[in-house]
């Protein structure tokens, strides 16, 4: 099972639609925030997609039907996901950490750094996928996420 997550696109709307593009067939397209208007117009390209979201602080107030916090459950994993400024995870991965474990998840998906990264922590998987957008440290990418009978396989790619 393919999972694409993606994060940060803040108004590349194009980036998503590529992702979209390059990715045909996954089982679930995930948004983490922050671009939650763009996941939403380039969706409409590709109907027939599974899609989720979360809303980031920088999405505008009109977006406030869209929830902060998703839970889904793919595969046999429990999968939490949000933007991440909830968590305060530019100064540490404590408080997602904690906020999953109490959800009894597998994988914490988060955005809001813009930095890739992937760590395992005791039977729980942190996993940000970086930007759809380059920065100025980091080059613009996504995450795709396959989940198999032998276990958990995130693998960050560039865009």
């Not at 993606?6 to 979209?20: E, K």
């Not at 671009?35 to 505008?60: I, Q």
């Not at 920065?135 to 009978?149: K, N, Q, R, V």
Request: net charge negative.
């Amino acid at each position: 099972m393919r999972i694409i997550v993606m994060s940060d696109s803040h108004g590349s709307t194009s980036r998503v639609r590529q992702i979209f593009t390059d990715n045909p067939g996954a089982e679930l397209y995930l948004h983490l925030g922050d671009g939650a208007a763009d996941f939403v117009k380039a969706g409409w390209l590709f109907p027939s997609t599974a899609r989720m979201g979360v809303r980031g602080n920088c999405d505008p107030s009109r977006d406030l039907d869209i929830p902060k916090t998703g839970l889904v459950e793919l595969g046999g994993k429990r999968i939490f996901f949000t933007h991440g400024d909830l968590y305060r995870v530019k100064h540490g991965l404590d408080e997602l950490e904690a906020a999953a474990r109490e959800k009894g998840a597998d994988i914490a998906l988060f955005g809001h750094t813009h930095t890739a990264l992937q760590e395992y922590r005791d039977g729980l998987w942190l996993i940000n996928p970086g930007s759809v957008l380059d920065g100025s440290h980091t080059p613009a990418g996504y995450l795709a996420l396959d989940i198999t009978p032998a276990g958990v396989v995130p693998v960050h790619r560039k865009i």
